[in-house]
């Protein structure tokens, strides 16, 4: 029996699985990859978390369902921070909750807000839960091309002049996975007195808040007077505590957007397990120099990749927030497009990364690297690619020269 299921007919094919199947193949064979595909931290979470997660679990009583909308003291935790970094007061009971990880609840939020046919204004390149997240809850996607040298407010009000019907929804996220683009509370400014005139609600996806290698923090969305009136935003623990597997996120802002996430959720899970929960709320009221030293590494793991790059003929921007490289493809290469380097990154230099064409279409021209190896696997990353560039560009020089000799004797 075949049937064509409508949500799944939106879904493109994933264009990192291409990827990751060739990946998992060539380690099948015992080849050494080094993996800057996935963004996915490769320390462990602080001592003193893992610490509390162990002395929760001995409590006979804590192994039974926990809450959908997440533990009285994680919410006030999550409250407690944004006060701290940001002086934006939370309630904890109405304009806070608990998601098991910033993806899922993306994808609640856009079930609980979505009819069929509405328009989203989603940024291109994006983290594809931004907008496959709404088109799985049956929305039209209009993307906004982004970048530091694009004229953002310019494209939002081109967007909604020629939406119809009027667009439900902005995505926001800075700083950006993967373009690592930051932007200041001026921007947050513009968009929020944008929006409110034109009853449009924004989603704020603010996962990489504390991974910055400046002196400046990136601002919140709900520090601009009035925000909480059309506005909500996601953070996550993943990056900032090294727990991506702990799925520990939240959302936090507009309340009737909250009361339709924790309405969708209260059917859907029944939480994250309440361990977790409370050795997360250790992570967040606890010591943070763990997060002083996250810092720390993935700047030096920056510097060692951006600048390995650059002496290998390879000059990629260096970016000023999130664990990720953006990096536009080397000039002889850019006909094949970023698909194809990566497949080559990966046959010839044994280096895993993602392709731009992931992120959206104008993601391609461009791979995304993760500064998930250390920095003595950075280098030997670095030296398989120079070998690589050096190698493919005297082979084509070669090549170049038998075609002019060729066409010389003819």
């Not at 978390?49 to 935790?77: C, F, N, Q, W």
């Not at 808040?209 to 506005?231: C, H, K, M, N, W």
């Not at 339709?260 to 209260?266: G, M, Q, W, Y």
């Not at 030296?383 to 070669?398: P, V």
């Amino acid at each position: 029996m075949e049937h064509e299921f409508h949500r799944i007919k939106r879904l493109p094919p994933y264009v990192f699985a291409e990827v990751n199947a060739l990946k998992a193949k060539a380690r099948a064979a015992g080849e050494d990859i080094i993996d800057f595909g996935m963004g996915n931290p490769d320390q462990p979470p602080p001592s003193h978390v893992v610490e509390k997660l162990a002395e929760a679990l001995m409590d006979p009583r804590i192994h039974r369902y926990s809450t959908s909308r997440g533990i009285p003291g994680l919410r006030k935790a999550h409250a407690a921070y944004y006060a701290r970094r940001f002086g934006v007061e939370i309630d904890p009971e109405s304009e806070t909750i608990v998601t098991i990880g910033s993806k899922e609840g993306l994808a609640n939020l856009a079930q609980a807000i979505t009819s069929p046919g509405d328009i989203i204004l989603v940024p291109s390149p994006s983290y594809p839960i931004h907008a496959f997240g709404f088109i799985i809850a049956g929305a039209s996607i209009r993307s906004l091309a982004v970048g530091p040298e694009l004229d953002f407010m310019a494209q939002l009000e081109r967007a909604v002049r020629h939406s119809v019907p009027k667009p439900l929804a902005l995505v926001l996220n800075y700083p950006a996975n993967p373009t690592a683009q930051v932007v200041d509370l001026d921007f947050y400014g513009e968009v929020v007195e944008f929006c409110r005139r034109h009853e449009i609600y924004i989603i704020s996806d603010l996962a990489y808040a504390e991974v910055y290698f400046g002196d400046t923090p990136p601002p919140s969305i709900l520090q601009v007077p009035g925000a909480r009136d059309i506005a909500v935003e996601f953070t996550s623990m993943s990056k900032t505590y090294s727990m991506p597997g702990w799925r520990v996120g939240f959302c936090a802002g507009n309340k009737k957007l909250i009361a339709a996430l924790a309405r969708v959720k209260s059917y859907v899970d029944y939480g994250i397990f309440t361990p977790m929960q409370v050795a997360a709320t250790a992570a967040l009221n606890g010591p943070q120099e763990c997060v002083d030293e996250m810092r720390a590494r993935y700047k030096a793991r920056r510097d060692v990749l951006v600048n390995g790059l650059a002496a290998a003929g390879w000059p990629v921007p260096s970016p000023a927030a999130t664990m990720f490289v953006w990096a536009p493809l080397p000039p002889e290469y850019v006909d094949q497009g970023s698909l194809e380097f990566s497949k080559l990154l990966l046959d010839k230099a044994k280096v895993a990364v993602a392709p731009g064409i992931g992120f959206g279409e104008h993601g391609e021209g461009f791979v995304r690297l993760g500064l998930v190896e250390n920095e003595h696997r950075i280098r030997q990353a670095v030296r398989n690619i120079k070998a690589m560039l050096r190698n493919s560009g005297s082979g084509r020089a070669e090549s170049g020269r038998t075609s002019r000799g060729r066409k010389l004797a003819s």
